[in-house]
């Protein structure tokens, strides 16, 4: 939609409010509201502005001021609100140059896109993120200087199968087994059902939900592949439609990556391909599953650069109690067809060429989509620049390789931390085409590390005390 058709789209749809939503450095959707009396040409204009001191990973106290521009594109009703809400994406800009602002993770994720045009090998990439998430029916968290503890508790939660519930049915997904299951044990369908359907009414195109392998109510909807940018926006609405409607039916929704001890971790299998014209340039039949030369350079580009990308894709200490060694989980540097223990799968369900894609397990839902997808599309064309060859693809079980082969296996760093230290040392690739600038990447680390990585460190943990108590 223009400016003017969203403004006509507002009085037929009689909006009273206008919410003007965009998202911090971490990744959380901000916003705050004007009255529809305001919603008018020249907004999209002129801005409107905002205090970007108080964002985290934006401005300091002395340069706050900045712009917000509604992108007339992102315009939809809010399905939560009661009053008549219209919703708008917008960007950031500064208000004395007037120009996009560097840390703003929309504006990375465009000139992201800008750059694949510039380069001429392709014209558009696209993006089908597998976001995991737990629905859960209680959660409790404290920390102090004397006490630290969480507390999850799920009605399908496979622990409370002695629970007298008055009375307690028994249908509950076992350990690690909650994958496919029909109903009673699969008690999320129709919530499931209404997160798809708000979803395809928000204008977002859907394909599939299920339960997922977790007990407690693990779940995946999928959305329809779609361009960079516009895959984000779809990842902020689809986080924001799905922890609404958990809470609608009394519900909390969670995409921590390790949310619970011993059971199944929540990834985001992130699907990519680049195209040319109606050519997918990643599709080459009669090769190695089907892929092209290309495909297999890109391929090279993000394991070669997968210890920095990962400070992007899976950038929470959370994300590395899921990314553990002899776990099933996707760490090993290598690419398979079909082999859900690699890195890197090519999908074999379908021979044609529009399916072809590769499929990238490492990342989680904590990333900032923005800046995953940016990040990881540049490691992919640096891959293809310099011809990076991956290892051979291995379609072996890679958690039952002889010991000498898989000394040959290298694998992702294994805490925050290291991946930080990794991003600081390899990010040159980052800076092409002025995508990422030094100041976002520095900004981005001082920022994980003071806030994350050494908030963790300062506190003991709740187990370090069944270890080390009576020492």
């Not at 992102?74 to 008549?84: E, I, K, S, V, W």
């Not at 204008?203 to 407690?216: L, N, P, Q, S, Y």
């Not at 971790?265 to 599709?283: A, C």
């Amino acid at each position: 939609m223009t400016p003017r058709e969203v403004i006509e789209f507002a009085k037929k749809n009689k909006v009273a409010i206008a919410d003007l939503k965009f998202i911090d450095l971490p990744g959380l959707w901000q916003h705050f509201s004007i009255s529809a009396a305001e919603l008018t040409e020249d907004l999209f204009e002129e801005g409107i502005g905002f205090d970007g001191s108080s964002i985290r990973g934006f401005q300091a106290i002395n340069e706050s001021d900045m712009l917000l521009f509604p992108d007339p594109t992102t315009a939809m009703l809010d399905p939560f609100t009661n009053m008549p809400t219209l919703s708008l994406v917008c960007n950031v800009k500064d208000p004395i140059t007037r120009e996009s602002y560097s840390r703003d993770p929309r504006y990375v994720a465009q000139k992201a896109e800008k750059f694949l045009k510039s380069t001429g090998l392709a014209d558009v990439s696209y993006w089908g993120p597998e976001c995991e998430f737990y629905v859960l029916d209680d959660i409790r968290f404290d920390q102090s200087y004397n006490y630290g503890y969480y507390y999850i508790d799920s009605q399908e939660g496979f622990w409370n199968s002695g629970k007298d519930e008055k009375p307690n049915l028994g249908y509950k997904p076992r350990y690690k087994e909650g994958y496919f299951p029909v109903a009673p044990m699969d008690s999320l369908q129709d919530i499931r059902s209404e997160m798809l359907t708000t979803m395809e009414n928000v204008g977002i195109r859907m394909e599939v939900h299920h339960h997922e392998v977790g007990t407690a109510g693990q779940c995946e909807i999928d959305m329809r592949y779609s361009t960079l940018t516009k895959m984000a926006d779809n990842v902020l609405a689809y986080k924001y439609i799905v922890k609404n409607v958990a809470k609608k039916h009394g519900k909390t929704a969670t995409f921590m990556p390790k949310p619970l001890f011993m059971d199944n971790g929540s990834g985001m299998h992130v699907h990519q391909s680049l195209w040319k014209g109606e050519k997918n340039i990643f599709y080459q039949t009669g090769n190695y599953a089907d892929i092209s030369k290309t495909a297999v350079y890109y391929i090279g580009g993000l394991l070669k650069h997968a210890r920095a990308l990962c400070a992007l894709i899976a950038p929470t200490t959370n994300s590395y109690r899921r990314l553990v060694p002899g776990y099933e989980a996707p760490i090993n540097l290598v690419y398979s067809q079909r082999n859900r223990s690699a890195c890197v799968r090519i999908p074999m369900y379908s021979k044609s060429e529009k399916t072809k894609r590769i499929e990238f397990r490492t990342p989680d839902p904590s990333c900032n989509p923005y800046l995953a997808f940016s990040a990881m599309l540049l490691a992919g064309l640096d891959g293809i620049k310099h011809k990076i060859e991956p290892p051979q693809p291995i379609d072996k079980d890679l958690y039952e390789l002889e010991p000498e082969e898989a000394a040959h296996v290298k694998s992702v760093p294994g805490s925050l931390d290291e991946v930080l230290n990794a991003l600081e040392e390899d990010h040159d690739f980052l800076l092409q085409g002025d995508v990422f600038t030094t100041d976002l990447i520095e900004t981005w680390i001082a920022y994980k590390r003071k806030k994350e990585v050494d908030a963790i460190r300062l506190r003991p943990h709740p187990y370090e005390f069944a270890l080390y108590f009576d020492i």
